[in-house]
């Protein structure tokens, strides 16, 4: 694995001024069965092509690339880094990600293994870009391999964000867990799912919030109003709480 996401970095892209490289890592632990699965593929594509979400993407001149994620050594990267220029490139992704076979099933949870993972893809990633951000959702708490407090000294080395989409009904407390021991970092916020139906609303939101302009004190100035997102469900930015 970590051969190969050296390769990864040897891949030519095109040049663009890249605002934002953001890795998608989405859980296919065991807990997340077949039709929840293609809630989370489906929603994510439908969100990768929505106009804000697209416009945002092109703007930012985002990198992307999309890890799927369960136990301890089962990570895989299924959608390589992918420069967003035009409205034609997210096409390319939202493809991408549709065409995309599920990697793992029936294996644990190593949300601290897939953190460690997503670092060294932005380590290796073709461009520099002004933020990095590692995108994680899941529906249950980490419970085999590196916990994920102990990958953030690496996390504040690096300047790299976590974000988490905490997707709520397998376990309680998933929220609190995403926003006391998954995020890290300067405006990090949890995302919350209603359970997997919710999914596609909570992604879309979420990446608009991600590919939101960060302003010098590490607020966010929102690429387009939150209440334009017709949403219902609170977002947690580090210790505080908004509707």
């Known amino acids: ?18 605002s934002v490289a953001l890795v998608l890592a989405m859980d296919v632990s065991g807990s997340v069965n077949r039709e929840e699965y293609a809630l989370q593929m489906s929603g994510l594509a439908d969100a990768l092509g929505d106009p804000l979400v697209s416009e945002a993407l092109v703007n930012a001149g985002a990198l992307v690339t999309l890890v799927q994620w369960s136990g301890y050594s089962r990570q895989d990267v299924s959608v390589p880094w992918t420069a967003i220029d035009s409205a034609d490139d997210v096409v390319a992704l939202q493809a991408a990600v549709l065409g995309v076979r599920r990697a793992y099933r029936n294996y644990a949870t190593a949300i601290g293994e897939v953190l460690d993972l997503s670092v060294d893809l932005l ?6 870009c002004a933020r990095r951000v590692i995108d994680v959702s899941g529906d249950g708490f980490s419970n085999e391999g590196k916990r994920p407090l102990h990958v953030r000294p690496r996390l504040d080395m690096e300047g790299i964000t976590v974000n988490g989409l905490a997707i709520r009904g397998s376990e309680p407390g998933i929220v609190g867990y995403y926003e006391e021991r998954v995020i890290f970092g300067p405006g990090a916020f949890v995302e919350i799912a209603d359970g997997y139906e919710d ?35 609170e977002t947690y930015h580090g210790d505080q709480r908004r509707r």
Not at 123 to 128: G, L, M, T, V
Not at 210 to 227: H, I, M, S, Y
């Open 199 to 233: 999914y596609p609303r909570a992604i879309r939101r979420k990446l608009i919030a991600e590919l939101a302009e960060q302003v010098a004190d590490g607020n966010t100035k929102a690429f387009a109003p939150f209440a334009s997102l017709n949403t219902h469900e």
């Open 123 to 128: 380590n290796a990633a073709p461009a520099d």
């Open 1 to 18: 694995m970590r051969f190969f996401v050296f390769l990864l970095g040897l891949l030519p892209l095109p040049a663009s001024a890249c």
